[in-house]
């Protein structure tokens, strides 16, 4: 999840300063890790956030908002809260990196005499790696004892590496006890982490683990207007929502096509319309099938009706389950070519005569109960964008 776009780290020598580039671009001979000999300048440190990243524009849903509000408690006391080390969890694209970068960003907006550092795995094991050679270690470990707030982004790729899992225990214990805000990012929770110390993934325990889902169609939603308001596109509600359903990956490919999108009708002199949209996607998406799947629908019907997919999909008889699992296999039998009998096996091996009793208990619904009915018809527009 790290930011390519990031500046290098600004990197204090004993004969003066420099740059220490990328390490995309390689390492010279003479390009050292970050130490210092003098105190580190809250101001003039160059802490490698992106200022585009801030909470305003990051958007709230509930595939996020435990992490969310524990990032902006830490942002308003860092290192004081019980969330220390703070570590956000979760898929590739779901926005752990916007939100790391956003609690810093708020940190340095409002306590600028903190020393707030970002800084993803590779190249802190690349600085790591430098000291080691140039037998620079004592100052490499003083440069980030210096940090007020430390963003470890994508801390997973530690595994395996026990030299460099030394030096960052070493790190974590003096920062956590001198009071200072540790926050790190990682593609699963803590008990997942393979390749770790058994000590240092204790210590990733201390504080607060909180996780970022795969957006629901609410929050996607939400981010495409976000996005298009913030470029001044006026984009009709049927595309934003043909575009949060179809893109069914994560939020970096959603960035992608709403991009591509933007590109096309200004490239085309075109109004951006659903045709367009649908155009634009087929040359981008492949997972985009000209039809819908049962697994789609499954997804769609357990996001809208906020329930368990696989207690959807599976025996559960509660009635909050057994509704939304009605209209799935009425969707299912409504926009599929599978018969009565395969559309059961979807749904925990169900028998054909379960699948016609779910039918007429839905058509039975949607005749005595208004919101039932209009609920069922918005679910069937949502579904029918994607054929």
Known sequence: SGNQQNPAVAVNYPNGSANRKSALNGIG???????????????????????????????????????????LAVAKKPGITSFNPLMLYGGVGVGKTHLVQSIGNEIKNNLPNKVVLYVDQNDFTSQFLNALQNHKMQEFQNFYLQVDVLILDDVQFLAGREKTQEMFFHIFNQLHQTGKQIIMTSDCPPRDLKGFQERLLSRF????????????????????????????????????????????????????VLNSLMFHATLLKKDIDLDLAKEVLKNIIKEIQSDVSVDFIQKTVADHFKVDLEAMKGKVKKREIVIPRQVAMYFCKRYTQLTLSLIGSNFGGRDHSTVIHALESVEDMMKTDSNFKNTVEELGKRLKMRV
């Open 205 to 256: 325990k201390w504080g607060l683990t909180a996780d970022l889902q795969e957006p629901d169609f609410e929050t996607k939603l939400a981010i495409v207007h976000r996005k298009m308001q913030a470029d001044g596109i006026d984009m009709p509600t049927e595309v934003a929502e043909y575009l949060a359903y179809s893109v069914d990956t994560n939020l970096r490919d959603m960035e992608g």
């Open 29 to 71: 001979a003479d390009d050292y890790s970050p130490f210092t000999f003098k105190a580190l300048n809250p101001q003039t440190i160059n802490s490698r956030l992106n200022p585009n990243y801030s909470f305003d524009n990051f958007v709230e849903g509930d595939c996020n908002r435990l992490a969310r509000s524990a990032g």
